[in-house]
């Protein structure tokens, strides 16, 4: 397979994930929520101090207010923020912190660059994402952000653990995986949680 096909492959399984979440009803996605959320706690590595990180869950993405809720209250809870460098960092943020828009709509904690984390600060992250599969594998939006700013993990094991947040119905079968993906550790939906820690794509 050309990369223009798979680049196309990719696109359109995009699409068509999107498209099955969004179909999903209300009463699902807040039931799944709280599900995640017990599956994100019950994580034989999730932390019970340090910094965390989520997102603002958009375009029908599975929520993480459940989660945040439910942490353990020395842990800090922390959206990402969009850098010039293209690159993720990390801000604390509890409801009722001021917000802004970033350049797609997404709202991150309105503060200073000197308030910022780098990733590598982190203790656990909680990315989004559109598809997933058995071994770790995420198929992203396609922007490149979480591989950019989590590269360091392609040359040694190190904090954070990444954990994909998903519906049951994003997984797809086996996923070729591109040279600068940045491979999760574990993925949590609203039925369970897959653990990569210990295998091997």
Same mark, same amino acid.
């Given at each position: ?5 798979? #680049? ?15 179909? *999903?009803?209300?009463?699902?996605? !807040?039931?799944?929520?709280? /599900? ?9 590595? /999730? &932390?019970? +101090?340090?910094?965390? /990180? ?6 029908? =993405? !599975? ?8 942490? &353990? ?8 923020? *969009?850098?010039?460098?293209?690159? *993720?960092?990390?801000? &604390? ?7 802004? +828009?970033?350049?797609?709509? !997404?709202? =991150?904690?309105?503060?200073?660059? +000197?308030?910022?984390?780098?990733? =590598?600060?982190?203790?656990?992250? #909680?990315?989004? *994402?559109? $598809?997933?599969? =058995?071994? $770790? ?22 904090? &954070? ?10 997984? #797809? ?17 609203? /039925? ?10």
């Amino acid at each position: 397979m050309n990369d223009d096909t798979r #680049v196309a492959q990719r696109r359109q399984l995009r699409v068509d994930l999107r498209a099955r979440r969004r179909a *999903l009803p209300a009463t699902h996605r !807040i039931a799944a929520a709280d /599900a995640l959320a017990g599956h994100l706690l019950a994580l034989p590595f /999730a &932390p019970r +101090s340090g910094y965390v /990180a989520g997102y603002w869950a958009v375009d029908s =993405e !599975i929520a993480l207010h459940s989660w945040q809720l439910r942490l &353990p209250s020395e842990c800090v809870y922390c959206l990402p923020v *969009l850098c010039d460098d293209q690159r *993720l960092r990390f801000a &604390p943020w509890r409801p009722g912190d001021a917000l802004v +828009s970033n350049r797609h709509g !997404i709202p =991150e904690p309105d503060v200073s660059a +000197s308030s910022l984390l780098d990733a =590598e600060s982190l203790s656990l992250v #909680v990315l989004p *994402l559109v $598809g997933f599969d =058995e071994h $770790g594998n995420r198929l992203g939006m396609g922007g490149g952000w979480y591989d950019r700013s989590f590269a360091f993990r392609h040359e040694r094991s190190a904090p &954070p653990h990444l954990v994909g947040a998903a519906f049951a119905l994003q997984q #797809v079968p086996p996923m070729a995986a591109e040279p600068w993906d940045v491979r999760l550790d574990a993925v949590c939906t609203e /039925a369970g949680h897959f653990d990569f820690t210990s295998s091997v794509a």
